[in-house]
């Protein structure tokens, strides 16, 4: 059976109905999110991009490499990682610039855009799920620096960030270094209204969820029967996302039927937020040494340096 909708059927069919975020990523789903991006409210890529452009040689001198890899897990368009390379090609002797992606198509559009503005930089992109393509890393011997950018880390749930944080340490030998973007702890009122914009561009993105599995899968969801709903926990630092059945209703998927009461909520997205304390203990857990954590003029953001 088709991954996606194995995902779907084991998400609904569990007490506490939910769906995996990623997701949310087909090609309408990829537009949304770059509005997202735009938004006043969702207040992450303008901090992660401040950051770039004012700590960048802050960052590389804390890096005592000459010849180096530099690996970005999830690169997408490299459009901000663009603003750290520019600076790191005159720090390195050589310098190799590995973008991994999921997507063939976005990696062509990181290369060209990469190269556009650094030509001299050798790029070598690696298309599949950075889970399996790992692999071909391993012939590769020069010191390396791993990138996960964009707070992306935050939509791992619950311990599945320590997961992959213990698999990126797999991926390095002693020594090498792990920058990591991260949203951080803030003012609740901020964060609740990253997710929740005025203009409802977060509530379409979690809708077209339902939208993808009505076209991919043959799903009956009617949307205007389900609304979104974002709210933050300053306890556990997440916020979490969720589509609430209007009514009680039957839906239907590939001959699988599910019901829903009236209010019932499916949980579409965690994005949890870190403490400076909290990315100590976790970097510690998972075979890292806190190196320097660099954060943007109002500190909402963090773009955190472990070493193994
Ligand atoms: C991709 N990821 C870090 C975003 C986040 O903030 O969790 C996805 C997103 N969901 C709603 N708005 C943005």
Same mark, same amino acid.
């Given at each position: 059976m088709d991954r996606f909708l194995q995902d779907v059927l084991t998400g609904l069919g569990s007490e506490f109905k939910t769906l995996p975020s990623k997701y949310f990523y087909d090609e309408k789903g990829s537009k949304i999110f770059q509005r997202i991006m735009a938004l006043d409210e969702y207040y992450l890529p303008g901090c992660e991009v401040e950051i770039l452009n004012e700590s960048s040689d802050?960052? +590389?001198? !804390?890096? /005592?490499? *000459?010849?180096? *890899?530099?690996? !970005?897990?999830?690169?997408?368009?490299?459009?901000?990682?663009?603003?750290? $390379?520019?600076?790191?090609?005159?720090?390195?002797?050589s310098l190799t610039y590995i973008p991994m992606d999921i997507s063939p198509g976005i990696l062509e559009v990181n290369k060209d855009l990469i190269h556009s503005q650094v030509p001299k930089l050798e790029i070598i992109p690696i298309a599949g799920d950075y889970l399996l393509t790992s692999s071909q890393l391993e012939k590769r011997d020069k010191p390396r620096l791993l990138l996960f950018m964009g707070s992306n880390i935050g939509n791992f749930p619950g311990d599945?960030?320590?997961?992959?944080?213990?698999?990126? #340490?797999?991926m390095m030998k002693r020594g090498d270094y792990f920058m990591m973007g991260v949203d951080l702890r803030k003012n /609740?009122?901020?964060?609740?209204?990253?997710? #929740?914009?005025?203009?409802?561009?977060t509530r379409l993105f979690n809708l077209n969820l339902l939208e993808r599995? #009505?076209?991919? $899968?043959?799903?009956?969801?009617? +949307?205007? !029967?389900?609304?979104?709903?974002?709210?933050? #926990? /300053?306890?556990?630092? !997440?916020?979490?996302?969720? +589509?609430?059945?209007?009514?009680?209703?039957?839906?239907?998927?590939?001959?699988? $039927?599910?019901?829903?009461?009236?209010?019932?909520?499916? $949980?579409?997205?965690?994005?949890?937020?870190?403490?400076?304390?909290?990315l100590n203990s976790i970097g510690k857990e998972t075979g890292f040494a806190t190196v320097r954590h660099f954060l943007d003029s109002k500190g909402y953001f963090s773009l955190s340096l472990f070493r193994k």
């Open positions: 802050l960052i +590389l001198a !804390e890096i /005592p490499f *000459d010849t180096i *890899d530099i690996v !970005e897990l999830g690169s997408g368009d490299g459009s901000k990682t663009m603003i750290f $390379l520019k600076q790191a090609i005159r720090k390195f002797n599945k960030a320590k997961g992959f944080m213990g698999f990126v #340490n797999g /609740p009122h901020v964060i609740r209204a990253a997710y #929740n914009d005025k203009d409802g561009v599995i #009505n076209r991919e $899968l043959g799903g009956d969801f009617d +949307l205007s !029967e389900f609304e979104h709903f974002g709210t933050y #926990n /300053p306890v556990t630092g !997440e916020a979490m996302s969720y +589509l609430v059945s209007q009514k009680k209703q039957i839906v239907q998927i590939a001959g699988r $039927l599910f019901q829903f009461d009236r209010y019932e909520a499916i $949980l579409t997205e965690v994005s949890r937020k870190f403490s400076i304390k909290e």
